[in-house]
């Protein structure tokens, strides 16, 4: 089941998210990778004041995290790329 945040982007909740990623390795820490489209504003949040949140976010989850600037076609949402271990996928979510 999914829950909404504050700023009403539904994000699924943590057992939901393990049992997704659980499927697509048999073992979590070779790393997994998700790319997920942001609006502008989540994307701003994501990455925080001068590269803060971000950089945060990737030194205490072990993840490599980018936003792409260009717009997904169609779209008023940016690409962002998640790839690590299991556990810090999740923790970044």
Do not use: W, Y
């Not at 990455?47 to 072990?62: D, E």
């Amino acid at each position: 089941s999914a829950t909404t945040a504050n700023n009403d982007v539904s994000v699924p909740d943590q057992k939901a998210a393990v049992s997704v990623l659980d499927r697509h390795t048999a073992n979590p820490d070779d790393g997994l990778s998700i790319k997920l489209l942001l609006t502008k504003n989540v994307s701003t949040l994501l990455i925080g004041k001068g590269g803060g949140t971000i950089n945060s976010l990737r030194k205490t989850s072990g993840t490599r995290i980018k936003v792409f600037s260009e717009f997904f076609p169609g779209t008023d949402c940016q690409v962002c790329f998640i790839q690590g271990p299991q556990a810090g996928l999740l923790n970044v979510m």
